[in-house]
């Protein structure tokens, strides 16, 4: 499985900064204690698929597909580049 540029806690993070919300509305608005939140942004705690999805109904995000990255059941597929050559020494 190839690694993801972002982590669940990286989404997370991101679309709470996007809304403008704090971690302490997002928690009330989810039940996750505020704690465990922080710890799901950092990447330091995994989240539960229930907590995946009470956090994609507060944000707005699509639970399916959040649940399937912070679960690691999706990854994106390799694509090569037709005719592109690298360049070395660079």
Do not use: N, Y
């Amino acid at each position: 499985m190839r690694p993801l540029e972002d982590e669940f806690g990286d989404i997370l993070a991101k679309a709470r900064a996007g809304l403008g919300m704090e971690l302490g509305e997002l928690s009330r608005r989810t039940g996750i204690p505020g704690e465990d939140l922080g710890l799901m942004e950092a990447c330091a705690l995994a989240p539960t698929e229930p907590q995946v999805l009470a956090v994609a109904g507060a944000l707005g995000l699509h639970p399916g597909r959040l649940a399937d990255i912070a679960l690691a059941r999706w990854s994106p597929s390799v694509i090569g580049c037709a005719g592109v050559t690298a360049v070395q020494g660079f």
